[in-house]
T-cell receptor
Framework: DAKTTQPPSMDCAEGRAANLPCNHSTISGNEYVYWYRQIHSQGPQYIIH???NNETNEMASLIITEDRKSSTLILPHATLRDTAVYYCIVRVKSGGGADGLTFGKGTHLIIQP | DAGVTQSPTHLIKTRGQQVTLRCSPK?????VSWYQQALGQGPQFIFQYYEEEERQRGNFPDRFSGHQFPNYSSELNVNALLLGDSALYLCASSFWLGSRDEQYFGPGTRLTVT
């Protein structure tokens, strides 16, 4: 799996959009970008994933640059409950089953009231 | 629809002892993965079980072993506990033939080794 680089921490004001960057300059053509988050004292939670097109779901949007060397997770209207550690993971999409995920240290996002 | 459940929530053990942690997967899931999360670190993959067999393993010694039962629930066993085994142990479930790498995590078991 390709290596990812994320800032260790970020602040965002409540109600504003939170933009979390991730660099993955060694990403291969068949590797996807996945985002998970972990709220304090809970297990990680899947957010979104994408290959090369921008993706949106009820939780967030994922913007992947054209060269696929970086991506941004966007929480459009951050709330205090979005305070968590956000993990960017790059991996080949599994065929059968879901293989072990490789987590880095992630970005600790703090939403300020 | 019950999510992933783990027991116990907290556990204190002494060095050298053995421990067993338990996990019930989300309804409809047949694959269970275990992770270890040390304080301040991201989760580290231990191993994955499907059809009662270990399918994939991370970089963990064989003191760490597991089992999956016919009802898809799973156990994680750790022998000869070391102080460094103190961590949050997370269980994640998924569907083997699913098309998404979306793993559902339980709340974890906090193990303290003294």
């Amino acid at each position: 799996d390709a290596k990812t680089t994320q800032p260790p921490s970020m602040d965002c004001a409540e109600g504003r959009a939170a933009n979390l960057p991730c660099n993955h300059s060694t990403i291969s053509g068949n590797e996807y970008v996945y985002w998970y988050r972990q709220i304090h004292s809970q297990g990680p939670q899947y957010i979104i994933h994408g290959l090369k097109n921008n993706e949106t779901n009820e939780m967030a949007s994922l913007i992947i640059t054209e060269d696929r060397k970086s991506s941004t997770l966007i929480l459009p209207h951050a709330t205090l409950r979005d305070t968590a550690v956000y993990y960017c993971i790059v991996r080949v999409k599994s065929g059968g089953g879901a293989d072990g995920l490789t987590f880095g240290k992630g970005t600790h996002l703090i939403i300020q009231p | 629809d019950a999510g992933v459940t783990q027991s116990p929530t907290h556990l204190i053990k002494t060095r050298g002892q053995q421990v067993t942690l338990r996990c019930s997967p989300k309804s409809g899931h047949d694959t269970v993965s275990w992770y270890q999360q040390a304080l301040g670190q991201g989760p580290q993959f231990i191993f994955q079980y499907y059809e009662e067999e270990e399918r994939q393993r991370g970089n963990f010694p064989d003191r760490f072993s597991g089992h999956q039962f016919p009802n898809y629930s799973s156990e994680l066993n750790v022998n000869a506990l070391l102080l460094g085994d103190s961590a949050l142990y997370l269980c994640a479930s998924s569907f083997w033939l699913g098309s998404r790498d979306e793993q559902y995590f339980g709340p974890g078991t906090r193990l303290t080794v003294t």
